[in-house]
């Protein structure tokens, strides 16, 4: 397995936080791994360090499992602005201070007011995170209600315990900056839900006039993810759709490239672990196989 970071495991490592999944579990089942035979080559960023050519050449077949981690920006102005952040980064940062590994300070919210942007798992996770790390106040802007929240009811449920306020109906139009350009406020409109579109979900209308601020000393944005897209990928025949999700045969999860396997959240688009399992599990099967021929 060759990994860019410089621990195993992904998104468990260092997106989902401890709290809610103890690093002990992920560690253990390295080790397993390691101990039925695999060779880990940490620090190695595929494209980078070492080109996929190479890791197909020395190999008889293979499996890209590189996520999707790309953040979606809400295009708003003042986004850009420095104490503004992605979901992903604060994650990452405050998991590395759990793991006593250097992490950038910046990222130290005790006593300040947050606001993250988003309604969905990710969102609840930042919320939760900058709660348990001391913040003043930590307020989640959601453009739609509490019924049409994307992410699951029990992490809702949870940051509101833990102390967080919701202000849902309210779609951030402005990141309010001061005159050095950082950001102290989140402005939004107000918002109504109509009637279903064909998604199923309730058409959203803003209320003109209803134009209102939230302070903040600082913003996470987390409006999701899109697969990363690799140039490897292309240069080896590897066909993506038209967002950006890897191209598999649903059967043996192999790519457009005999010999190339796939899947996770670089096919499905940002999901869940038991899917990327379920995925690297059928494509071991198909893999095996072909290997038998
Ligand atoms: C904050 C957060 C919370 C979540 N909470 C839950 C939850 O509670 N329950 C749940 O089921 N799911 C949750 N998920 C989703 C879940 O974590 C993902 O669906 C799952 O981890 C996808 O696995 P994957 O292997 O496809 O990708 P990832 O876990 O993203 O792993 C991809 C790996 O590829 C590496 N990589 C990428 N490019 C390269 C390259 N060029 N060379 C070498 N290595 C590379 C990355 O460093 C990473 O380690 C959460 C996601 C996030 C972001």
Not at 128 to 151: I, Q, W
Not at 155 to 169: H, Q, R, S, T
Not at 201 to 213: D, P, Y
Request: charged share 30%; glycine share 10%.
């Amino acid at each position: 397995m060759y990994e860019r970071a410089d621990r195993a495991g992904g998104l468990l490592t260092y997106g989902i936080p401890s709290f809610k999944l103890d690093k002990k579990i992920v560690d253990r089942r390295i080790q397993l791994l390691l101990d039925a035979g695999m060779k880990l080559v940490l620090n190695c960023e595929v494209g980078k360090d070492k080109t996929f050519e190479e890791i197909a050449n020395e190999h008889d077949a293979m499996f890209i499992g590189v996520g999707a981690t790309k953040s979606k920006y809400a295009s708003i102005s003042g986004e850009k602005a420095p104490n503004v952040y992605r979901a992903m980064d604060y994650l990452t940062n405050i998991q590395r201070k759990n793991f006593k590994e250097a992490y950038d300070k910046k990222f130290d919210f005790k006593d300040q007011n947050v606001v993250v942007v988003g309604g969905g798992d990710t969102a609840m996770d930042c919320l939760r995170t900058a709660k348990r790390e001391g913040a003043k106040s930590v307020t989640c802007l959601y453009r739609r209600d509490e019924l049409n929240m994307p992410g699951s009811k029990k992490e809702y449920k949870n940051a509101m315990e833990e102390g967080v306020d919701f202000i849902f109906l309210a779609s951030p139009k402005e990141i309010v900056l001061d005159e050095s350009g950082n950001a102290i406020a989140v402005e939004y409109v107000r918002t109504t839900l109509g009637a279903r579109g064909e998604d199923g979900r309730q058409r959203m209308e803003e209320v003109k006039g209803s134009e209102t601020r939230v302070n903040a000393d600082v913003v996470i944005m987390s409006l999701g993810f899109d697969p990363v897209v690799p140039s490897f990928l292309a240069e080896n025949g590897i066909e993506t759709n038209s967002w950006g999700g890897i191209t598999l045969n649903e059967e043996t999860h192999e790519t457009t490239t005999a010999g190339i396997y796939a899947g996770g959240d670089c096919y499905r688009g940002a999901d869940l672990v038991v899917t990327a399992a379920f995925d690297g599990r059928e494509a071991a099967r198909s893999i095996a196989e072909s290997l038998l021929e």
